[in-house]
């Protein structure tokens, strides 16, 4: 492709509204340009990448068995009513107006719709199918381009099973390929470990980048592997210690005093003397969350630990429950429920408010002072926490959601009637697992991972291009013949070649389109080398220089290729 003759729309500034580096650069390097917010367009480059994605995904589906379906995003709405999933998508769902259809977010009911009355015995079974197509989504906050965007692209399969363990046997193939696809992607991704959500059924993983953009927060073990999403992350912590004699119940005046550390920096004591209270609402009951020192509650594991609805107090509400403003509140005296972190586990000597301002508690023994306590695991891990698997140092950070590994089990298949008969003749709802790609967010993910301060690094896989052949001077008839004659010889061996042969061009404008948009290699024609018939290559990555031989080229490029 002739650079003056494509439409690669470049931007030298950083658009406005980016933020993180993956959706500047494919702004600035003319990948994609925004509609509407969460919904984007993809321009000839940027597609070029996400048929290379596209293509990969296909590869080792069809590795596995996978078999490619292309279902309609207008789905009618009675399908979806029969899985109660129009409820639970909510706002979420897209709704067409004065029409019963809705617009697909995912596809487990029209896939198992399929599967209903057409895999009838068990000797129909297994299947595994699977789709790369657009999904709907009105994300509440879309952000940062097409990580979250309201219209998206999905690789998403399902299996069909006739027992759990064959169910089991889909589901690690899809985790092989997933693996695969990744890492051919050039992704560096790990895996977590996941609660299943919304969809139903059994075990789930997810696969993760590591990323500031990214809305989980994960901690991860990097010697020995284990990560989790710290809604569920433990950490080898140290519990309080009980002291072999518990201290007597005082009051002390604590003017102003309304941090952990104020109070500690006051009364000359350590962050683990002190417990630390939060009041929830659990189905609008107050229920008073005790937590050692610092420790934050992650409002994930409590509500996981109480069920129900749970919402912290508004100040005026703890003040009517408790008598107290927030940074004087403590379990001596509270009359609702009190649960607290495992860490505090019958802590004694303990410090916390006293329900009055401007006055704690000392000598807290919560076997013996709040006999009705319960304990549950409800604080959020910090990085430098030891691993419990291998006493590693844990590392807390942002990610990002690449794929999700489901085992549905039979949710859509008994609300949908998908049912098979059994070696015994019996009726039995067909086991299913679901499984999803984001397609953008690969593509995405890989600039986070892949960039410098000039613009992407593609790999050799994902490139749009095998190779950017730059004519320095086109004004200039040697090397406007020469950039021709080898643009003409590149594509004849069968290389996709971006061409930059404009006239009205500096070298530093070229130089730097072609750092910004990332293409492996750079094949560069300029007077000097070419007197000597020498040609210059730039790989973008370690941005090394070579001169070598025109007649040389094509062996070149392979040994080149061999090296990115
Ligand atoms: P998230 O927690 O990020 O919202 P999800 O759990 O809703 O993701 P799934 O329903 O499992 O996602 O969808 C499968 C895959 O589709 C995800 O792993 C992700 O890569 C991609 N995906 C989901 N929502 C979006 C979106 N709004 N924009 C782009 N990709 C998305
Ligand atoms: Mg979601």
Redesign the pocket.
């Known amino acids: 492709m002739k650079l003056s003759k494509s439409y690669i729309p470049t931007l030298k500034e950083v658009p406005n509204d980016a933020i993180i580096p993956s959706h500047i650069l494919m702004l600035r390097a003319g990948l994609v340009r925004m509609l509407s917010a969460?919904i984007y367009s993809f321009l000839p480059l940027g597609y070029k990448v996400i048929k290379k994605i596209t293509q990969i995904i296909r590869e080792e589906m069809d590795a596995i068995g996978g078999q490619e379906f292309h279902l309609p995003a207008l789905n009618p709405k009675e399908i979806w009513e029969q899985t109660n999933r129009v409820e639970a998508f909510g706002d979420t769902m897209f709704h067409i107006k004065n029409r019963d259809y809705v617009l697909a977010?995912?596809h487990e009911e029209i896939m198992t719709y399929h599967a209903k009355g057409t895999l009838k015995s068990y000797k129909d079974l297994p299947q595994t199918w699977y789709q790369i197509q657009t999904?709907f989504?009105n994300?509440a906050r879309?952000r940062s381009g097409?990580?979250?965007?309201?219209q998206?692209?999905?690789k998403?399969s399902y299996s069909f099973d006739s027992s759990w363990e064959n169910l089991d046997a889909s589901y690690s193939l899809h985790d092989k390929a997933y693996r695969k696809i990744f890492e051919r992607c050039g992704l560096k991704f790990f895996v977590v470990g996941a609660s299943s959500?919304a969809?139903g059924g059994n075990k789930s993983e997810?696969?993760m980048v590591k990323s500031d953009a990214g809305?989980?927060t994960v901690a991860y073990c990097e010697k020995c592997g284990y990560a989790a999403n710290v809604e569920v992350a433990q950490s080898n912590i140290e519990s309080v210690a009980r002291n072999s004699e518990s201290k007597e119940i005082y009051e002390i005046s604590t003017p102003n005093i309304h941090s952990i550390d104020e109070l500690c920096e006051f009364l000359k004591i350590h962050e683990q003397e002190t417990a630390k209270s939060r009041v929830y609402m659990h189905n609008e009951k107050p229920v008073l969350v005790l937590m050692s020192g610092n420790d934050e509650v992650n409002e994930t594991k409590l509500a996981n630990a109480l069920g129900g609805q749970v919402r912290p107090c508004h100040p005026d509400e703890l003040k009517e429950i408790t008598g107290a403003d927030a940074g004087s509140i403590g379990p001596i005296g509270f009359s609702h429920r009190i649960i607290a972190d495992l860490r505090l586990k019958d802590g004694n000597n303990l410090y916390s408010g006293a329900n009055k301002n401007d006055f704690h508690i000392g000598g807290i023994d919560l076997k013996r002072d709040v006999p009705k306590i319960e304990y549950f695991d409800l604080r959020s891990i910090c990085s430098g926490e030891k691993c419990t698997r291998c006493g590693n140092h844990l590392e807390v950070f942002k990610a990002?959601?690449?794929?999700?590994i489901?085992k549905l089990g039979t949710k859509y298949s008994e609300a949908l009637e998908a049912n098979f008969l059994d070696e015994k003749g019996e009726a039995k709802p067909i086991i299913m697992g679901s499984y999803?790609?984001?397609?953008?967010?690969?593509m995405a993910c890989y600039i986070e991972q892949n960039f410098d301060e000039k613009g992407i690094i593609w790999s050799k896989l994902l490139s749009p291009f095998d190779l950017h052949l730059i004519g320095l001077n086109m004004k200039n008839e040697m090397i406007v013949s020469a950039s021709n004659e080898i643009y003409e010889k590149l594509k004849a061996a069968g290389y996709d070649v971006l061409f930059d042969d404009r006239k009205d061009f500096s070298a530093g404008v070229k130089f730097n389109d072609a750092d910004l948009l990332g293409i492996p290699i750079q094949i560069i024609v300029g007077e000097k080398n070419l007197k000597e018939n020498k040609l210059e290559v730039k790989l973008r990555r370690t941005g090394e220089k070579f001169i070598i031989d025109r007649n040389q080229l094509e062996q070149k490029i392979s040994e080149f290729q061999s090296m990115i």
């Open positions: 969460g977010p995912t999904k989504r994300e879309p097409v990580i979250r965007g309201r998206f692209l999905m998403d959500g969809m997810e696969f809305e989980d990002i959601e690449l794929g999700h489901f999803g790609i984001g397609v953008e967010r690969v």
